[in-house]
């Protein structure tokens, strides 16, 4: 789809479930801002907006009981987010609460988010038409939905993956299908393959004198070893503040808590939150966890990626295979020395063929927009098509 499908003007009801993890909130407000702008009724269930993530223009939000509590920027026990994820996921209240909400309010469509199983069984149970809205590569929701052992498991409560995704009428996917394992040849998940929701502008032109800007970015979420790997990080970066290849860094915390028992170098600033749009056409290496959309926003910038993944049972280590695999960087263990990350920095800073690809990428990627996509597609369930 290239272009708004010409449908009437009446304004349709449609009504997201989703919750507040990190990197699912960037396409879900990207798809739900552009059906507000196009006149639609927008509901987004279960997120609680923060300061620097306010909802798009238009768009309402509501919060789920279940999941009030939910705030993935603080610290958490030894099973980090896991307790969180499975209440979004499989939650009875969860259910229970989502139940209750479709039996009051009027939807022509409802999108839900990939992770809330529950959720998704009680909207497909309403016969509304109903589209799921993934936040990662495919390669990574079709090893874990189309697992047969969860499968087996979940299907007598009427949660089997596959069996959900086989009733919905759309598998909206947000990514690039050239970068994606899942995009090349066959793949188990019917994905409705929409492009990057992500926007992005060319490089600005960089005076020749100035020293490369490093961007710092490891997840709006908060992380196991979040405090080291940031300190090791950025001693690495002093170790670059002079000699034949300087770098200047800025550090972004994206909302979380951390503690840094260091001294500042003089070539690193660190800030709680600073627009990406803002400073990426000015950035010339990322520095990032491994996170889809974070990665996704670099890449369409054209700027190359070191990815050191903070959650090795998340999809940070395939984000950073593939950033390795297509010469669009580098990826390190987060346990990386500070001397190997220095080391690393300088090599994608200084190759050839990184920039080349990433730069190429970029132009790709900047033709897509799978915000304006992935509207069309949920008017066009809506509208029985």
């Known amino acids: 789809m290239t272009e708004q499908q010409p449908w009437p003007h009446q304004p349709l009801d449609v009504l997201f479930l989703s919750a507040d993890i990190g990197g699912n909130l960037p396409p879900t407000f990207a798809i739900a801002g552009e059906l507000a702008r196009r006149g639609h009724h927008v509901t987004i269930v279960g997120v609680r907006t923060r300061p620097q993530h306010p909802a798009?223009?238009?768009?309402?939000?509501?919060?789920?009981?279940?999941?009030?509590?939910?705030?993935?920027?603080?610290?958490?026990?030894?099973?980090?987010?896991?307790?969180?994820?499975?209440?979004?996921?499989?939650?009875r209240k969860t259910a229970r609460d989502v139940r209750s909400l479709l039996a009051r309010q009027r939807a022509d469509a409802i999108v839900v988010d990939g992770v809330m199983l529950t959720s998704l069984r009680e909207a497909l149970s309403t016969g509304t038409p109903t589209a799921v809205l993934f936040h990662s590569f495919g390669k990574f929701w079709e090893h874990g939905m189309g697992n047969?052992?969860?499968?087996?498991?979940?299907?007598?409560?009427?949660?089997?993956p596959m069996a959900l995704l086989e009733r919905c009428a759309a598998r909206l996917l947000p990514t690039d299908r050239d970068l994606d394992p899942a995009g090349q040849g066959s793949c188990?998940?019917?994905?409705?393959?929409?492009?990057?929701?992500?926007?992005a502008t060319p490089p600005a032109t960089r005076a020749p004198e100035s020293p490369p800007l490093v961007l710092v970015s490891l997840s709006t979420a908060w992380q196991k070893?979040?405090?080291?790997?940031?300190?090791?990080?950025?001693?690495?970066?002093?170790?670059?503040?002079?000699?034949r290849s300087p770098v200047r860094a800025i550090v972004t915390t994206g909302g979380v808590q951390i503690q840094l028992d260091q001294t500042l170098p003089a070539n690193v600033e660190v800030h709680v939150f600073i627009p990406h749009e803002q400073i990426m056409p000015h950035v010339d290496l990322v520095i990032g966890h491994g996170g889809h959309s974070t990665t996704l926003k670099a890449l369409a910038?054209?700027?190359?990626?070191?990815?050191l993944p903070l959650d090795t049972s998340s999809d940070q280590p395939l984000i950073g295979n593939i950033i390795q695999r297509n010469r669009l960087g580098r990826t390190l263990p987060a346990s990386a020395l500070p001397e190997t990350i220095a080391k690393t920095i300088t090599h994608i800073l200084t190759d050839h063929a990184t920039k080349t690809a990433t730069a190429r990428t970029g132009e790709r990627l900047r033709a897509q927009n799978g915000a304006r996509d992935g509207a069309d597609r949920i008017e066009m369930i809506a509208h029985g098509r």
């Open 56 to 91: 798009p223009a238009g768009v309402t939000t509501v919060e789920l009981p279940a999941l009030a509590g939910m705030d993935v920027t603080l610290p958490t026990g030894k099973f980090g987010h896991g307790p969180a994820l499975m209440r979004m996921a499989l939650g």
């Open 225 to 243: 070893n979040h405090d080291d790997v940031y300190g090791r990080v950025i001693t690495a970066l002093g170790q670059l503040a002079n000699g």
């Open 148 to 160: 047969p052992a969860l499968n087996a498991l979940l299907r007598p409560f009427g949660l089997s």
């Open 301 to 307: 910038h054209g700027i190359p990626m070191l990815v």
């Open 188 to 199: 188990r998940i019917a994905f409705d393959w929409i492009g990057t929701t992500e926007r």
